[in-house]
Each structure stands twice: as C-alpha cells, then as structure tokens.
C-alpha cells in the first residue's frame, strides 16, 4: 500500500513546566501540511521487519520509529511488513518527520489487515511509539497538551500558503528544554487567540499570534533562526515561527505570487526550502 506520512508545522508552543516523573508539559497548536514523505508498506507472513528509510543517515532496524510503529501494530500476529520510504521531510527540522513516518505505517497495516481501528485507538497505539504520532495519526489541526499526546480537534487552517525554509544545522532538542527550565519565558503564546482565530478560519488571526517558547531561547549560534523569520515577512508572510525544536522556520502567505517569490528566494540561499499549504486531514 502507498500512502503519504504528511509533515507537521507548531502554529504555536508553550512549555508549561515539569511533570513529577520527568517530562515536559506542553500546549502546543498543531497544522499538517501537504508536503511529506511517500511511503511503500507491504505485509509479509514470516514476521519480519525491513525497512529502506530513504537516507544512509538513517536507522534501518528497530531505532526507526517507523518500524517501532509496524512492531507494535502487529505484536502477537506473527505477520511483518517491509516498509519502503521516499525522504522528502528534512531530519531534524521539528517537522515530525520520524513520527509521521511512524503514523502512515499504522495506517496502512489498519487497512491491509482489514482491522480498522477506530482513529482514537490508533492514535492510543501511536502514543506508545513517540509523543507526536497521535497527532500524525489523526492530521488536520489540533490543541495538544500533555507531552503532545493528547489532542483536541480543531478547524484546519484555511486555504493559504505555506513557506517552509530549514538552515543547516540542526538544533538538540534537550538543550532547548534545559534552557527553559533554567529560564522564566518572557514571551508566551497567545494560545487562546490562535484556537479562536482557528475556528474563525482567519488566517491573518493565526499568523500574527503565532510563537514557540524555544525561540525565546535561542543562542547567538542560532540567530539565523530569527533572519529567516524577517526574510519572510519582509517577502510577505503575514507571521513566521520556528516549527517543534527546530531548525526549519515556517511563514504563512495570503498571496500566492509572493510565497512564490519567497520560496525562490530563499532556496538561492537555503538547500531545504519548501512551498507548501495546510493539509486538512483524510
């Protein structure tokens, strides 16, 4: 079966403080967009597992999550699955590259083995994988609270376009979190007002909110973070943010013509740039 794992963009993110054993608690505003990973999965009857993760880069064994997810899916069936990916989500972008992976393999083991699972279900099976499959399972918009994994759908993101541009390094994702936790964010996001400007479908709304509590962070080393977020309201965009813990930076564009123009630009510049637009959900 092919099927396509669909990136995920932070409208917004806030880190509320720690749980007693450990992790974060989060409330974040989730989007899938259009662009993603293609994806090949194809059960087998003698339990194995392969999987061609599109990169050398990348783990091809029981590291992947996608794996992870084909595991879990199928624990005690004695079937497997080969599982073949076409790469396009960059890695280490804070795109949910991995989990959505993960997510499309649960989908399409649901439907060739015919044991349709309620998305709800899934979703719970995702969450034994990673914090953000839940949300690449069910796509379209949603509050996630918790440490992503638990989810309240929301009205998608109206039709606009969507300028994805991703620097080249990567940013480690416990450092982030070390620094808020040594730190009192000075800026939060206006969850509140994205949820409404959700519902009201109103694009500009949801972009001029829009902030994730890690670019309040940042160190000198990753200023380029916040050059990418002038190049592209200086082209257009009605707001811009940093997606999960980075690196790639999103804006949104009410014009075709210059989210055109922006994604031009900036891929002079940039190896990994996108051009893009919400991703509803199926």
Known sequence: MKTTAHAKLNLSLDVLGRTDDGYHRL???MQTVAFGDD???????????????????????????AVKAAKRFLDGTGQGADIRVVKRIPVCAGMGGGSADAA??????????????????????????????PFCVMEGAALAEGRGEVLTP???????????????????TPELFGRVDGRRSRLRPD???????????????????????????????QGE????????TDMGALGAAMTGSGSA????????????????????????????????GR
């Open 27 to 29: 409330r974040m505003v």
């Open 39 to 65: 994806l090949d999965v194809e059960m087998r009857a003698d339990g194995q597992f392969t999987i061609d993760p599109g990169q050398s880069y990348l783990p091809a064994d029981g590291r992947n999550l």
């Open 225 to 232: 973070i916040s050059a990418i977020k002038s190049a592209l």
């Open 104 to 133: 499309a393999v649960l989908r399409a083991l649901n439907t060739l083995t015919g044991r349709n699972m309620p998305v709800d279900e899934l979703c719970a099976l995702g969450a034994s994988v990673g914090s953000d499959v």
């Open 249 to 280: 930076v999103f804006g949104l564009f009410d014009d075709d013509t210059a989210a055109k123009k922006a994604h031009q630009t900036l891929s002079a510049r940039y190896q990994e740039c996108y051009l893009t637009a919400p991703y509803p």
């Open 191 to 221: 969850t509140a007002g994205i949820l409404a400007a959700m519902e009201a479908g109103d694009v500009p709304g949801v972009a001029r909110r829009m902030f994730n509590v890690f670019e309040d962070v940042l160190d000198r080393r």
């Open 154 to 172: 929301i009205p998608s993101l109206p039709v606009c376009a969507v300028v994805i541009c991703k620097p080249a390094f990567a940013i480690s």
